[in-house]
């Protein structure tokens, strides 16, 4: 597929200790896939939980992630074991105000706990400041996924806003809370302290 001038290739991975990031393929949408946003335990906090994800609509929204200008789509790939085990996006981004947004879900709970959400969405961050050359980058979450929010805050983001009772989470509503990380924020935490 021939899509817009990207910031990456498909061929590119960005490389983590422990993770590696990559383009999400055609060849990615599998039934494991299809399996992970039908789980509910990896869905609850997901708003792809209220319509069914079958195979078809995974391809559809890969397939449209591949051909976008502004959004990039990223396999969460386990370097140990070559496993996708989840995927993280940046994007929209926009282009006259220069920010983007990033979201994440690790689809294999066995994936969990082990600083892989957090590698990944640090990965996300500096391909986000580094390559896009954003000056803003944000995130939104239920009050509820606090190891969401904390995968976040270890990543820089702070707190920016909490927009009360926003959101509907099973019987009951819950608060949304918006996190932001700015790029001389980011450019402070790197090792070389904003070279
Ligand atoms: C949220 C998610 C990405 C976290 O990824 P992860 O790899 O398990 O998180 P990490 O191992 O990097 O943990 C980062 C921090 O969060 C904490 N944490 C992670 N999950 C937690 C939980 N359920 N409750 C409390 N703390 C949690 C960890 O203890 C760690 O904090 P510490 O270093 O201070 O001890 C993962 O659980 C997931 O994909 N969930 C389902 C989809 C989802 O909710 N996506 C986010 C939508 S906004």
Redesign the pocket.
Known sequence: MTGPARAISPEEHLEGERVTLRLVTLADCTERYVAWLADP??????ETRWSPQPLESVRAFVADMLASAHSYLFAIVRRETGEHV?NVKVGPVDTRHAYADV?????ERS?????????AVQLATDFGFARLGLARMQ????KE????Q??LE?CGYVVEGVLRQKLVLGDRRDDHVVLGLLRHEWLARRPEGGA
């Open positions: 335990e990896v869905s609850r906090y997901l989840g979201s994440y879900f690790l689809g994936a969990w706990g082990k600083g892989l959400g957090t590698e995130a939104g979450l239920y996924n606090v190891g969401s904390r995968v270890k």
